[in-house]
């Protein structure tokens, strides 16, 4: 079977993945969707029966997965799946619709409305754009006073997506949180992100270490893959003295080099055998 990988770049994650179907018996096609297109006509034709998405830019995620979807491709992940995970508020309300425990979030749409929603919370809270990963523009503010710098920042940006204000309680992790991955019908694997600094992303330095695999965390795992209309999926998890795993985000596109170098699991062949349905 010819399976194509549409990427933006080719990172240590897409090499393992183009490995991984080769071992698995199949071709991989690489498709860099920076030099190629995407055919919306009757004609159209895709060079591959199922296509891995992993663009970067969660915009370019999305619309070729569902130019590949109008063309009969089999898409992991599914572009309705891409679209719930690219946005955090429509995350939060499909885990709370579910009934998956998640910090308390509200959102706001004007700065009067984000300062009443923060006093609701309390003090301190976390600020986070609706899109975006990294924990790129992920701000605490501990009073009302830098919630107001915060947000006006945010409001001069000419973009409407930072005049939507999510705001989370802000969840005192025990020096780290953990990244998950796994699909509505499995537990893959986890690991612990550690750090001294409140955002624990491996992106921003985090140490990540190999997480307990208990029944707990395994069973939430796949209530949230399912909570998002299934997927090959990445979830940050953080854990709470009284209420237990929280989920925080999930990811649709999620790196995994560092958890596959601690844990040992191959998650890339995992990929690869989820997208082929034999998992």
């Known amino acids: 079977m010819r399976i ?5 770049r080719l990172r240590e994650e897409e090499r393992s993945i183009l490995k991984a179907i080769e071992e698995l018996g199949h071709e991989p096609i690489p498709v860099h969707i920076n030099s190629n297109f995407m055919s919306l006509s009757t004609d159209r034709v895709f060079p591959a029966d199922i296509a891995i998405i992993r663009a970067i830019s969660a915009t370019k995620a999305h619309s070729s997965a569902v130019a590949l979807e109008s063309m009969g491709v089999k898409v992991i992940n599914a572009s309705d799946v891409l679209a719930t995970c690219g946005n955090k508020l429509t995350t939060t309300a499909k885990l709370s619709e579910a009934g998956i425990p998640t910090p308390k979030t509200m959102v706001a749409f004007s700065l009067d409305g984000a300062l009443k929603a923060a006093k609701e919370i309390g003090y301190p809270v976390v600020v986070k754009p609706i899109n975006g990963s990294w924990g790129r523009l992920v701000s605490l503010a501990e009073d009302e006073e830098d919630l107001r710098t915060i ?7 000419p973009s409407p997506y930072y005049r939507i204000h999510y705001i989370q309680e802000f969840i005192r992790k025990p020096g780290r949180d953990i990244r998950a991955y ?6 893959v694997t986890a690991i612990y992100r550690i750090s001294d600094h409140w955002i624990t992303n491996t992106a921003r330095g985090a140490r990540a270490e190999p997480a307990p695999q208990n029944p707990e965390l395994q069973e939430l795992v796949v209530r949230t893959a399912r909570a998002m209309g299934g997927g090959f999926l990445g ?5 709470d003295e009284e209420r237990g795993l929280l989920v925080l985000e999930v990811n649709a596109v999620t790196e995994f080099k560092n958890a596959a170098r601690v844990t040992g699991v191959n998650i890339a062949r995992e990929l690869v055998s989820y997208a082929l349905g034999v998992s």
């Open 4 to 8: 194509a990988l549409v990427y933006e």
């Open 151 to 157: 947000l006006e920042h945010r409001e001069a940006i």
């Open 182 to 187: 796994g699909t509505e019908k499995e537990f």
């Open 235 to 239: 979830m940050d998890i953080a854990e």
